[in-house]
């Protein structure tokens, strides 16, 4: 695929994941697809790993927190990678502590659809907002 139809995948990616469109976002995934979040001490972190995994990552996110995307994000895309960098400002369900997260999404898209996605985020502030007091 070119690189402009893997940025293109990517962009619906992102408007699936604001839209919290499950069902979208399973339509763009590969079968196999892998989704890492890295950290420890936090509900999302882990590697999660099929649309089996990919709905379970959803389910988790819907219940334990808000996020939303104050700023475009920006799109650097090279080969079957595409780069995301953007920033979240979101809210822990659980404790009401809030958080803001600059982030980048390490995207790998083959044959139109997403194999592997790869989150580079502030682990520490979302540990810290998920810290109960």
Known sequence: ??????????????????????????ALSAEDIEWIVPGEDW???????GHAGLENLLQ?????VETSYPEPPE???QGDRVLVV???????????RK???HW???ISVRNGKLTNI?????TQALARASEMA
């Open 86 to 96: 953007g920033f979240a400002t979101g809210r822990i369900k659980a404790t009401n």
């Open 75 to 77: 799109f650097i895309a």
């Open 60 to 64: 988790k996110a819907n219940e334990t």
């Open 118 to 122: 790869r989150e580079y985020i502030d």
């Open 43 to 49: 509900p999302l972190a882990g590697t999660h790993r």
């Open 104 to 106: 980048v999404f390490a």
């Open 99 to 101: 958080f803001e997260d």
């Open 1 to 26: 695929m070119s690189i402009e139809k893997n940025v293109h995948i990517a962009k619906n990616f992102l408007a699936a994941l604001g839209r919290r469109d499950k069902q979208g976002l399973l």
